[in-house]
């Protein structure tokens, strides 16, 4: 975790409407630029905004225009780094970490898809083409369901391990999908388990998807 930047906000009375208004406008504007100077610097695939208060539903609202990015919202009991604390032991950082996996599987998903029409070389499916595209340092990009982990026949789980394994240490990219959400349904049609390829690996199928 790295600390970027920490304000005190000491609001008046909502009694005192100009003032109140005033402040959290301005208050606003200068967190939502830091958050956006942040972002600029990193490969930031989120933005969690948590708070006692209202002032988070505000900063929502500036920054749903200024970036792309999902943006998720939720209560903590106090501000400073005992909220920040307090946030990374909720289930919402689970949450949002499985949401955005989802997100880039399902991208992965639909570049398998289209390879598959136009350069069917270039991937792989099903539990024997994966395992051996694997051993040969072939794989990119990898999804699986993760009911394969739990396949009871031991050959056939020692191979999705084996694949996962050979593709990890050839840093590929890869990624355990819950079999029940959209993506891992898809992916059950091609046997819980593909791969994008680095190259062309020749094969004849003889009962294509």
Excluded at 26 to 34: A, G, M, N, Y
Excluded at 101 to 114: M, P, S
Excluded at 118 to 137: C, P, T
Excluded at 149 to 155: P, S
Aim: glycine share 6%.
């Amino acid at each position: 975790m790295r600390y970027v930047w920490e304000e005190e906000l000491n609001l008046p009375s909502k009694h005192y409407y100009v003032d109140y208004e005033s402040l959290l406008k301005t208050f606003i504007s200068r967190v939502v630029k830091v958050i956006l100077d942040t972002l600029s610097t990193g490969d930031l695939k989120a933005l969690i905004i948590a708070g006692p208060g209202d002032i988070k539903n505000h900063l929502r609202a500036e920054l749903v225009e200024k970036t792309k990015i999902p943006i998720y919202i939720d209560t903590v009991s106090t501000g400073g780094c005992k909220g920040i604390e307090e946030i990374l032991n909720r289930d919402v950082i689970k949450s949002v970490v499985g949401e955005l996996n989802l997100i880039k599987a399902r991208k992965i998903l639909e570049e398998f898809k289209e390879l598959l029409v136009k350069e069917h070389d270039l991937v792989a499916y099903g539990l024997e083409e994966v395992y051996e595209a694997s051993l040969m340092g072939a794989v990119s990009k990898l999804l699986v369901v993760d009911e394969l982990l739990k396949l009871a026949n031991d050959e056939e789980r020692s191979k999705v391990y084996d694949a996962l394994k050979n593709s990890h240490q050839r840093r590929a990219e890869v990624i355990i999908v819950p079999g029940k959400s959209d993506v891992g349904i898809e992916l059950s049609g091609f046997g819980g388990i593909i791969a994008v390829l680095r190259f062309k690996l020749y094969r004849v199928r003889e009962n294509p998807p």
